[in-house]
């Protein structure tokens, strides 16, 4: 997937900062027939889109359900739609520390490892609201996997709207909707994401 896009997308944690890396290893898009030549409008839209929607680990319906809340927003369009997706519960317990990557979090959602304001909650899509605690499961099992990550060193900056509540067990807390620029900063490491082109394409 990022080879397809031709940016690091972090999608393995730790892997991606290594010489592990599929983009570090190999740079060039995948597949036998490698198209050549100037993009068209249309696909730098795409790309654009296909980009955000990768990134964050979410289906084509998922993701236009979201521009559709997004539309509805009195905000920009474009900020609402990464404002929506930095809430989702999977991306805010990887924010927090919890896990090394999405993947990583919507999987200690999805096996039960996470309270949502002290209830369980399985569902890694739930958008966390202002004033929402997350907490790890006070079980062996679900610590066990949180400090693990905890301890490797590779965790990134807790953002400015998240705290850090707890640390037996870790808990965190959403203490305001995230703006544009809470967004992930690696989405903009290696190209600075264009969020107007995304909003041209799926308004056409």
Not at 17 to 22: F, I, N, T
Not at 147 to 153: R, T
Not at 183 to 193: A, C
Request: hydrophobic share 30%; aromatic share 6%.
């Amino acid at each position: 997937l990022c080879r397809r896009e031709g940016v690091k997308l972090y999608l393995k944690g730790a892997r991606c900062e290594s010489p592990k890396c599929a983009i570090e290893r190999r740079n060039t898009p995948p597949g036998m027939h490698v198209r050549r030549g100037k993009m068209t409008e249309y696909g730098e839209r795409l790309r654009e889109k296909q980009k955000l929607k990768r990134f964050y680990g979410v289906f084509e319906a998922q993701f236009r359900r979201y521009f559709a809340l997004a539309g509805r927003s009195k905000e920009n369009t474009g900020e609402a739609l990464l404002s929506i997706l930095e809430r989702r519960l999977d991306n805010v317990v990887h924010r927090l520390g919890f896990a090394p990557s999405r993947a990583a979090g919507r999987q200690l959602v999805t096996h039960g490892h996470v309270l949502l304001n002290g209830k369980n909650c399985d569902i890694p899509s739930l958008l966390v609201a202002t004033g929402d605690t997350i907490t790890v499961k006070n079980r062996p099992r679900s610590l066990q996997a949180v400090k693990l990550n905890q301890s490797s060193g590779h965790s990134e900056p807790i953002p400015d709207f998240l705290e850090i509540t707890g640390a037996e067990p870790p808990e965190g807390r959403m203490i305001r909707i995230p703006s544009r620029g809470d967004v992930d900063p690696r989405l903009n490491k290696d190209k600075e994401l264009q969020e107007q082109l995304i909003i041209e394409f799926c308004s056409r």
